[in-house]
């Protein structure tokens, strides 16, 4: 995907047929475009998103990734089509695995990833957004895991990034009920950061003021909160450590320190 030609680092962009990718000034924006099917997660869409995610972590253009969906839905989960399809419990565990992969394909990112979650974001589609570092809703949105609904239980990480993010019990309360909650509701949960009129704008919002700061530091504290998790305290503090002396090393922390002792916006560099 990426090629080095001389010195010159050329990223070859796939052509994506349910996607959209753009980068404009620092932030990668990825659409899900299958609004027919409410953006529905089929096989191809997620083998796109895995492509698009490589494309993330190599794109030097992109700084902060906002994945939002064409129309009335953020993601109304996995494709119930290509479900109905599935014949035996190795399939569906193959297909869990698909999901489970990209979506962790998401989470491990080295840059800061924002769901804007305009409308649906159920099943599958939630999880999406729960691979994401942060989510933004709009207020007509509706947020749920209806899985055990239709006799299947979330399977694209629900289970473990939901409790994670809110708590066990609120999380069973979402997947035992399969209700769908509105932003507000979801905001004060814990599920959602911010909720406004038109979740992209305010997801470029946050974006913009996540670019202000320094590109490494950004890195390394997400790189420390993801490899924290799941370690004893003792364990993750020491990552922690070893990451505040990696950004310690930074020309960026040197102009960041310089710039308030001057009182002046710091220029970062990502050095
Ligand atoms: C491991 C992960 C597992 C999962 O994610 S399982 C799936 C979990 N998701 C769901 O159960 C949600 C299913 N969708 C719905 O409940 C409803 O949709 C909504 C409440 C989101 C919206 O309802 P309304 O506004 O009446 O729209 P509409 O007519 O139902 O949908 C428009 C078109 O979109 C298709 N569609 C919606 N969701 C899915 C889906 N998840 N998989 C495949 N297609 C979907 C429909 O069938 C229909 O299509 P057509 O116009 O051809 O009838």
Not at 198 to 218: G, Q, T, W
Request: charged share 25%.
């Amino acid at each position: 995907m990426a090629e080095e030609h001389g010195h010159e680092f050329i990223l070859e962009i796939p052509e994506f047929e349910h996607l959209s990718y753009e980068v404009e000034e620092g932030i990668a924006l990825v659409t899900l475009r299958r609004p027919e099917a409410l953006n529905a997660l089929s096989q191809d869409l997620l083998r796109e998103l895995a492509e698009v995610a490589e494309v993330l972590a190599q794109d030097p253009e992109a700084r902060v990734a906002i994945f939002t969906g064409e129309g009335k839905a953020f993601a109304a989960g996995a494709d119930l089509k290509e479900i109905a399809a599935i014949k035996d419990p190795f399939m569906a565990r193959e297909y869990a695995l698909l999901g489970q992969q990209v979506f962790s394909e998401i989470a491990a990112l080295p840059i800061p990833t924002i769901a804007a979650i305009n409308g649906y974001a159920l099943g599958g589609g939630l999880e999406l957004a729960l691979a994401c570092d942060l989510r933004v809703a709009a207020t007509g949105a509706r947020l749920g895991l209806p899985e055990v609904g239709l006799g299947l239980i979330p399977g694209f990480g629900g289970t473990q990034r939901l409790p994670r993010l809110i708590g066990r019990g609120r999380a069973l309360d979402l997947i035992f009920t399969g209700r769908h909650v509105t932003a507000e509701e979801a905001l004060s949960m814990g599920l959602v950061n911010r909720v406004g009129e038109d979740a992209l704008e305010e997801a470029r919002k946050l974006a913009e003021k996540i670019l202000k700061n320094a590109p490494i530091a950004l890195a390394l504290a997400k790189e420390s909160v993801v490899r924290g998790e799941g370690l004893d305290l003792a364990e993750a503090l020491e990552i922690e450590a070893d990451l505040f002396g990696y950004a310690a090393a930074t020309e960026d922390m040197k102009e960041g320190v310089r710039a308030f002792l001057e009182k002046r916006p710091p220029n970062f560099k990502g050095e």
